[in-house]
């Protein structure tokens, strides 16, 4: 790829990582990292440190999927986390960035151990029906860790996101723009579902209307971007 290109997904990753902190979702320390599949599904860009906050694009390595810096460099705390989203590119073919964070809503459940119930409209547009699901814990960067995702992923890969048992969460998209719209939407269910079990038991949405409901905003997005004649539209 040219370096022009190259420099186009950098920003793309920039310019989520600044999405995500306006976003106010990020634990304290705004720690978290992302990475984004190039073309070619050789080589990807991981965030360099541990944090998302004042990200710059030359704060991002370019490796081989094997884990092999090829540009730029990882702190030694950035290498632990590299398999946990080459992992996620080996077992969904159709994504093309991970996202992973310490959200605390969302990140609640995965300590507790607890799927995400699909029971706000929010997470039915973005994620369908189907619960956020729990890979088991373990050490971070371990293999224990990495099969415990590839494990969740082989048996749910449809998912859009999962939670890292007393960890935290990770999430993944075609792009690093649906990816943090996927982590805002999460981390707002999440904070809704915990807010309405202390008013009773939760309802999760019946199945075919989370399916419908994630269809709307697909079939929506689609009409916004075609004109009166079926062309681009224009602003």
Not at 50 to 79: K, N, Q
Not at 138 to 164: F, M, Q, W, Y
Request: proline share 5%.
């Amino acid at each position: 790829m040219a370096a022009s290109e190259i420099m186009a997904y950098r920003q793309s990753m920039v310019a989520s990582a600044e999405a995500l902190v306006r976003s106010g979702i990020l634990s304290a320390s705004q720690h978290g990292n992302m990475s984004v599949l190039l073309p070619g599904e050789s080589e990807l860009l991981l965030t360099a440190g541990s944090g998302l906050g004042s990200l710059r694009t030359d704060e991002l390595a370019r490796l081989d999927r094997g884990g092999r810096v090829l540009e730029g460099r990882l702190a030694p705390t950035a290498h632990e986390i590299i398999h946990m989203h080459t992992v996620v590119y080996e077992h969904l073919p159709h994504v093309r960035a991970v996202i992973h964070t310490h959200q605390p809503y969302a990140s609640a459940f995965a300590v507790a151990s607890r799927p995400i119930e699909c029971v706000a409209e929010v997470m039915a547009r973005w994620m369908g029906a189907e619960p956020v699901p729990v890979a088991k814990y373990g050490p971070r960067g371990s293999d224990a860790a990495v099969e415990n995702i590839a494990a969740v992923l082989r048996e749910h890969p449809t998912c859009k996101a999962l939670l890292l048992e007393h960890h935290g969460v990770l999430v993944f998209g075609e792009d690093a723009e649906q990816t943090t719209r996927i982590a805002v939407a999460l981390e707002e269910a999440a904070q809704l579902a915990l807010l309405a079990n202390t008013l009773g038991p939760l309802r999760p949405l019946p199945a075919d209307a989370a399916v419908s409901s994630q269809q709307r905003r697909v079939d929506f997005e689609r009409i916004g971007g075609l004109g009166a004649d079926g062309g681009q539209a224009r602003a």
